[in-house]
């Protein structure tokens, strides 16, 4: 599409967007605040923040979630990473059908569905349920969100190449890992991230699937969001925010970098 | 023979896990979903054993019935939490797409170096949490919130309106929450649309609305379908939202299956409330799946 940007799309690009990040904003701002009244404003003021780090319910439930986080979004990489390379490259084989359905009913799927079936599958076969099950679940729904990034990287990507690769010899394994790999390389740890910001966001799925000592972050947030709007929960937030935008930004400008490494080259 | 073991290695490892984590819990749900509550409360204890021979399993099979669901059937509530959130989700998918679409548009047209920062910044807010980003309407929409203060101080209203805890406070959640997913399958079908086409039409006389919706609007359908169901789908099963920004009054499916199953312990219940839910939304999902599997074919 050429470009003539006319008053009318540059305004419905400023109010959509205040829409999206005014709430975020004042969220950030009010954990600032001096006052416990989240909507008056008494002067600046961090002192939120250093309360933060002396709960130690918070800090407990920040250390779960970090690590099932990691541990969740490493596995579901590799099986998404598997499962987009059995999608894209193996158009035929029995059970195709069923495998595909798999992968994106979860995209859509009510997490109220995903978790209470999965608890119940957990307690049929007497899994004790804590920080395992959580990691468990966040790996299953994870995997087929890598799988759907892997695999728009997978379409694009030059079969030819692999495929000299084991005409010179090279066993399929080694091809994969040194030719296809190193090209989808971005696709598979913007689904890294991917799969670690969304098992770092579960509430519904882990609620159902964790148990007693695994209580994660947004468990915690969400008990006392029910009490009530405290800066408390606006300096947790704005701490998520922070780590997560950070993340997000370095992906974003590495990928930019390699880009244009790539079209000097 | 290598080439072969590792071709079936790599279908194996991810299908098996679908299977066992995806496939087999739903099957779960469903055997539940037909038991009586004896057999689906805590503590429950696994009922099937591979010991038990078929005559076993056959005798357990024929004690299932639909007693659970015509519990549902008999029960307003849970017909009006269907109903409600049918309605609530289609209300915000329309909503979602009168803000969304302008803000493709818009995007889609904005000058080259502009438009990759764009993107970004639709796609930022959905790394964010999503619990977040609910709780943070709450401060802005309670009584003595944000937005009825800047009301009062402009003078618009004379009372604070009341917005937070009913179905208003809902639409606005979900709609704010799902833009993203409106906003980006409609884009890249608007980038990728041909400026020549509203040119042509422009010249065989059409005016410049009329071109918009003959040309762009048509050619923009299946961005539109995409990000509708993936507005629609979730927000039928939301739960956060109702429970954090709607009030008593609010009736949500997702909500009523939570409730059902944490403060009533009612297993059995809540896996009939889940089945019935997955049956609504199976024609939106396979839906969407099929067009997930043609933009697939078509490169991407």
């Not at chain 1, 689904?191 to 670690?196: D, E, H, K, S, V």
């Not at chain 1, 969304?198 to 695994?214: Q, Y």
């Not at chain 1, 606006?234 to 079209?263: D, E, H, P």
């Amino acid at each position: 599409m050429t470009a003539r940007w006319s008053w009318f799309n540059i305004s419905s690009v400023v109010v959509g967007f205040a829409f999206l990040y005014l709430p975020i904003v004042l969220l950030i701002v009010y954990s600032f605040n001096e006052s416990r009244l989240v909507t008056v404003w008494a002067g600046f003021s961090t002192k939120w923040y250093s309360e933060l780090f002396q709960n130690q319910g918070i800090l407990d439930a920040a250390w779960v979630t970090v690590r099932v986080a990691f541990i969740s979004a490493s596995v579901a990489t590799v099986l998404g990473t598997l499962a987009a390379v059995a999608l894209v490259r193996y158009t035929r084989f029995r059970g195709r059908t069923v495998f595909t359905g798999m992968v994106y009913a979860p995209l859509v799927m009510p997490e109220v569905i995903t978790g209470l079936s999965l608890l119940l599958l957990f307690v049929a076969i007497n899994f004790a349920r804590g920080f395992w099950t959580v990691t468990l679940a966040h790996i299953t729904f994870s995997l087929c969100f890598v799988a759907v990034v892997v695999q728009s990287r997978l379409v694009s990507f030059d079969k030819s190449l692999e495929e000299a690769a084991m005409d010179l010899g090279c066993p399929p394994f080694q091809a994969f890992m040194k030719v296809t790999l190193p090209v989808i390389f971005p696709a598979v740890i913007s689904g890294w991230m991917l799969a670690f910001t969304l098992s770092l966001d579960d509430l519904v799925i882990a609620s159902f699937t964790s148990g007693p000592g695994a209580t994660t972050l947004p468990m915690k947030i969400y008990s006392q969001v029910r009490l009530g709007v405290t800066p408390e929960i606006n300096a947790v937030c704005t701490i998520l925010i922070a780590i997560v935008t950070t993340g997000v930004l370095i992906a974003a400008l590495l990928q930019k970098r390699r880009a244009f490494l790539g079209n000097n080259e | 023979m290598m080439r072969a073991l590792t071709n079936r290695l790599v279908i194996l490892i991810p299908y098996v896990w679908l299977l066992f984590f995806f496939l087999l819990p739903f099957l779960i749900v469903l055997r539940i979903s037909l038991s009586d509550l004896e057999y689906g409360a805590p503590p429950y204890t696994p009922q099937f054993s591979f010991s038990d021979g078929w005559s076993v399993i056959w005798e357990k099979l024929s004690a299932l019935d639909f007693e659970n669901f015509s519990f549902l059937a008999s029960d307003s509530l849970y017909i009006n939490s269907y109903l409600s959130s049918l309605q609530i989700a289609l209300v915000s998918t329309f909503l979602t797409l009168l803000l969304g679409f302008p803000l493709a548009y818009g995007m889609a047209r904005a000058p080259d170096g502009v438009r990759p920062i764009l993107l970004m910044l639709v796609i930022l807010p959905f790394w964010t949490s999503f619990l977040i980003r609910v709780y943070a309407w709450i401060g802005i929409l309670k009584q003595e919130g944000l937005l009825n203060q800047l009301l009062l101080w402009l003078g618009v209203i004379d009372a604070p309106l009341e917005i937070l805890s009913t179905n208003k406070a809902v639409y606005i959640g979900i709609v704010y929450s799902y833009l993203p997913f409106m906003v980006l399958p409609i884009y890249s079908t608007l980038e990728k649309l041909d400026e020549s086409l509203v040119e042509a039409a422009r010249d065989l006389g059409c005016t410049r609305i009329g071109a918009f919706w003959k040309v762009t609007a048509r050619l923009a359908v299946p961005g539109i379908m995409a990000g509708c169901l993936l507005v629609f789908i979730p927000a039928v099963g939301e739960f956060v939202i109702p429970d954090l920004l709607g009030g008593s009054g609010t009736l949500m499916i997702g909500k009523t299956l939570w409730t059902e199953f944490f403060n009533n312990s009612d297993w059995t219940v809540a896996s009939a409330i889940a089945i019935i839910l997955l049956i609504v939304l199976v024609v939106p999902i396979v839906w969407f799946q099929n067009a997930q599997a043609k933009a697939t074919e078509a490169g991407g």
